[in-house]
């Protein structure tokens, strides 16, 4: 089950023929029994939680003396107003709900248990007192009768803080929350405890209440949006591809061509009409245009070069787009794949944020400075929300790679039947049921490498946001040069983990094993993985602009004219990053099937070569893509080598290595000649960054090339 293996092994394994759907066999058994056990940890969590009174807590709320609303409690030792009998008083009523100390997650205002809100706003001693007697609901301290009220001197310390707003029970929680919206923000943010910025969240409530309406309208029209994106993709993607390559490159020329001309236009400009104050300022920006405009030229001509050679392979990514558009017409539930991880995460997380509330009452009562009750767990017991947090990350990726392994699973099924006509009635639900049935160790196995490192990152995010400004310049470049090392890792680990799942639902192996094989096929096939990468992601991300462009407008179109609420940019943001979301869950998901396809056409082209009995599996478009490079590589000749390396699945290794090495060198010093236009703190931090990610991230894939090559066996001929 081990990662590590022998070379003799490897070569064995690499040898291996894929029999894609043939065996069916469970994968990664003890993955999956350790995280049923972490889950039923997860589970003595939330009973324990409950179980210790915090659920009586969390949901009918108690008063500052350690009392549960709405029922008889038992005395306290050496805790006054303990023990009291609040049967008749079920909701919990704070005198000053608006003073809040947010930073310590802590309420300032005294909680007392009453038996009913103010509907009303009380503005007087009177109006509270008039309340009482009329409602019974006492809203001053338990030691100030409502006789009392106007005329004992402890009235502005014991009552409520005057004017007291008007007020409403929140469902099933038993709160009084303020029902002014200025008011209810900061009172979210005593529910929440995890806010610490409350001006934002004011407005950002204040905006949502405003314009609900329009926002749930921009949302669904985001939702339409993508799905129409999704269908179009597929009858402009060769058109597309060439625009986008085009404006690019025009991009990249004019931006060149304009720096340039800068540069001239202030060189010939005269230095005698320059003020003496203002001539070294002069200077200083007459080189800085031409740092800029060297580095500008550096990287167009890098950028022409690099397209220049893969020109020929951007055919295979519009081929892997036109593809895909067809699984999506053959498996239409792909489209709603999103909808059902988006309601599986939202389930755990409100699970999870129940149980963390749970926790956050759990405990034995102590008696804080103010005199008021908190309760805070002691002894190991204490540790919990460490493994809970855990359990945050760890089910949230095993449900994302759930999602990613009934894609590859339907898609493998698509792409592997060759006659489309016997695919199952519902392929994902079939991908599934194997999922269930055989792979969800794998799924546990890969979610859990994810876990361990998006942990760290998360540490040391948390640390660099709590001394910042407290720490010099070299800790603040320690640590985010190992923040984003870490990130690196973990989109590398993605990408593999997404094709180790593909692998697995072909051969129903399992993760370490896939994720070799996986690893050995992109590896051989780096330049077009790089062409797909770039082309195919760049395509999704501007359809993910135009959709939010698109929302955005039409956002600022109609809350132009909401006149009551003027300052509209905070919804118009909430309205944008929810069209991201929308549009990245959608496109996602075809970025997906692109890869999975393109992990089976390598594997096609691998092992299989047109011949009776090696026929291709491939669709009629990668066939005529296939066609068209035999031709070339007899046009080119007997040991052509532009046009003929199209088609053959791999590159021989040492050149595939030298290729690699050559594009790693041209990074490094792009990167440190843009670096050298940084001055100072910014030059160091800039540096040591693009240093760390080359030794840590383009070294190790350049020798692990050069390994996997020595391990690679003789491509297949094409006859």
Same mark, same amino acid.
């Given at each position: 089950m081990g990662c590590c293996s022998s070379a003799?092994?490897?070569?064995?394994?690499?040898?291996?023929?894929?029999?894609?759907?043939?065996?069916?066999?469970?994968?990664?058994?003890?993955?999956?029994?350790?995280?049923?056990?972490?889950?039923?940890?997860?589970?003595?969590?939330?009973?324990f939680s409950i179980a210790t009174g915090a659920a009586a807590r969390l949901v009918s709320g108690y008063d500052s003396y350690g009392n549960i609303c709405g029922q008889k409690n038992t005395k306290l030792e050496a805790i006054p107003n303990s023990g009291?009998?609040?049967?008749?008083?079920?909701?919990?009523f704070f005198l000053d709900p608006c003073n809040l100390d947010l930073i310590n997650r802590k309420i300032k205002s005294v909680a007392l248990c009453v038996a009913a809100c103010p509907r009303q706003e009380l503005k007087t001693l009177s109006d509270v007192q008039k309340f009482a007697e009329m409602n019974g609901s006492a809203l001053c301290s338990y030691n100030l009768k409502p006789s009392e009220y106007t005329t004992s001197s402890k009235s502005s310390v014991l009552c409520p803080k005057l004017p007291v707003p008007a007020s409403a029970p929140i469902p099933?929680?038993?709160?009084?929350?303020?029902?002014?919206?200025?008011?209810?923000?900061?009172?979210?943010?005593?529910?929440?405890?995890?806010?610490?910025?409350?001006?934002?969240?004011?407005?950002?409530i204040s905006g949502v209440m405003t314009n609900k309406e329009i926002i749930l309208g921009l949302c669904l029209l985001s939702l339409v949006l993508s799905m129409i994106l999704m269908v179009i993709i597929r009858y402009i993607s060769r058109v597309l591809v060439w625009?986008?390559?085009?404006?690019?490159?025009?991009?990249?020329?004019?931006?060149?061509?304009?720096?340039?001309?800068?540069?001239?236009?202030?060189?010939?400009?005269p230095k005698e009409t320059v003020i003496p104050e203002q001539l070294q300022i002069a200077e200083d920006n007459l080189r800085a245009l031409l740092i800029y405009a060297i580095s500008a030229t550096v990287f167009t001509v890098i950028l022409f070069l690099i397209m220049l050679v893969m020109r020929k392979r951007v055919a295979l990514t519009i081929a892997l787009f036109h593809v895909a558009g067809k699984v999506f017409i053959h498996l239409p539930l792909l489209v709603f794949q999103p909808f059902w991880t988006f309601f599986a995460l939202v389930l755990f997380w409100v699970y999870?944020?129940?149980?963390?509330?749970?926790?956050?009452?759990?405990?034995?009562?102590?008696?804080?400075?103010q005199g008021f009750v908190e309760f805070k767990i002691s002894g190991p017991l204490q540790y919990m929300w460490w493994y809970h947090v855990v359990g945050l990350i760890w089910i949230s990726e095993f449900i994302l790679a759930c999602q990613q392994m009934t894609v590859a699973g339907a898609v493998v099924t698509y792409y592997f039947t060759r006659d489309k006509r016997n695919l199952p009635f519902t392929p994902i639900l079939a991908s599934v049921n194997r999922l269930i049935r055989y792979h969800l160790g794998t799924v546990a196995k890969g979610s859990f490498i994810i876990t361990l490192v998006k942990i760290p990152r998360m540490i040391l995010m948390y640390i660099h946001s709590q001394l910042k400004g407290k720490e010099n310049a070299c800790a603040r470049c320690v640590l985010k040069s190992c923040i984003c090392c870490l990130w690196c890792l973990e989109k590398c680990l993605?990408?593999?983990?997404q094709n180790a799942y593909t692998a697995t639902a072909i051969n129903s192996t399992n993760f370490c094993t896939s994720a070799k094989d996986a690893f050995v096929i992109l590896v051989e096939?780096?330049?077009?993985?790089?062409?797909?990468?770039?082309?195919?992601?760049?395509?999704?991300?501007l359809g993910k602009v135009l959709i939010v462009c698109s929302t955005g407008l039409a956002g600022i179109m109609l809350l132009n004219y909401q006149q009551d609420y003027t300052v509209w940019v905070l919804p118009l943001i909430i309205v944008c990053l929810f069209a991201f979301l929308v549009a990245h869950c959608f496109l996602s998901i075809y970025e997906m099937v692109v890869d999975v396809l393109f992990l089976c056409f390598a594997i096609d082209t691998k092992y299989n070569d047109g011949s009776p009995g090696r026929e291709f599996y491939m669709d009629k478009v990668l066939m005529e893509f296939v066609e068209n490079s035999r031709k070339a590589m007899k046009e080119a000749g007997k040991g052509g080598v532009a046009d003929a390396r199209e088609l053959k699945p791999? =590159?021989?290794?040492?050149?595939? %290595?030298?290729?690699?090495?050559?594009?790693?060198?041209? *990074? &490094? /010093?792009?990167?440190?000649?843009?670096?050298?236009?940084?001055?100072?703190?910014?030059?160091?931090?800039?540096?040591?960054?693009? =240093?760390?990610?080359?030794?840590? %991230?383009?070294?190790?894939?350049?020798?692990?090339?050069? *390994? &996997? /090559?020595?391990?690679?066996?003789?491509?297949?001929k094409v006859s």
């Open positions: 003799s092994s490897a070569a064995q394994s690499s040898k291996r023929e894929w029999k894609p759907l043939e065996d069916r066999s469970c994968t990664d058994i003890p993955w999956l029994l350790l995280f049923i056990l972490f889950c039923i940890g997860m589970g003595f969590i939330c009973g009291m009998d609040h049967t008749q008083r079920k909701y919990v099933f929680f038993h709160r009084c929350a303020p029902v002014n919206i200025s008011c209810y923000a900061k009172f979210a943010e005593a529910l929440i405890t995890f806010v610490s910025d409350n001006s934002v969240l004011h407005r950002l625009i986008l390559t085009i404006l690019v490159i025009l991009g990249a020329l004019g931006g060149t061509g304009v720096l340039w001309w800068l540069y001239a236009k202030q060189r010939r400009s999870w944020i129940m149980t963390l509330l749970f926790l956050g009452t759990t405990g034995s009562a102590v008696q804080n400075d993605n990408y593999l983990n096939n780096a330049l077009r993985v790089a062409t797909i990468n770039t082309v195919g992601d760049f395509m999704l991300f791999m =590159v021989g290794g040492d050149e595939e %290595v030298a290729t690699l090495q050559e594009f790693h060198f041209h *990074f &490094l /010093s792009l990167s440190v000649f843009t670096d050298c236009t940084s001055s100072g703190e910014a030059f160091v931090i800039c540096i040591t960054q693009d =240093v760390l990610l080359f030794l840590f %991230v383009c070294l190790p894939i350049t020798w692990m090339a050069e *390994f &996997l /090559s020595q391990l690679r066996p003789p491509s297949v």
